[in-house]
């Protein structure tokens, strides 16, 4: 997974960039986590429970995007691209979001390790957060 941090030149915010193969990611991180060290550590200890096998698999929906932990991998994706995700009044995405009304990103998902993921993480926390 080929990724690289860099603060915004306008707005001075941490943006991630990827690989065109991981490049849901970044959006993930910038508006699921961004600079949120509460959500960040929360996180964090989630992945803890996955690998001392406390939880098998745990689905983290959040408001554009959703990830999905297990103890071998990592797979994030656009709330968008899901099926059968509701909206906050518990309907169905309407037709013109599902349809060839708007143009998604073909890159929609994304997977990796949960080492790697973790790793990614802990990166972000630095270069983000300055936390070591």
Not at 40 to 49: K, M, S
Not at 54 to 71: A, F, M, P, Q, V
Not at 72 to 94: F, W
Request: aromatic content about 6%; overall charge negative; hydrophobic content about 40%.
């Amino acid at each position: 997974m080929e990724y690289e941090f860099v603060h915004d030149a306008i707005t001075g915010e941490a943006r991630a960039l990827f690989s065109l193969e991981h490049e849901v990611i970044g959006p993930w991180l910038e508006v699921e986590l961004g600079r949120d060290a509460n959500k960040l550590n929360e996180l964090l200890n989630t992945i803890g429970d996955v690998e001392a096998g406390k939880l098998h698999e745990i689905l983290i929906t959040g408001s554009e995007y959703s990830i999905t932990l297990s103890r071998d991998e990592v797979s994030i994706q656009t709330n968008v691209s899901m099926n059968g995700v509701l909206n906050d009044n518990g309907e169905g995405l309407s037709e013109m979001l599902t349809d060839d009304h708007i143009h998604l990103d073909q890159n929609e998902m994304a997977g990796c390790g949960l080492d790697d993921f973790k790793d990614l993480l802990l990166s972000w926390q630095e270069f983000s957060l300055g936390v070591r």
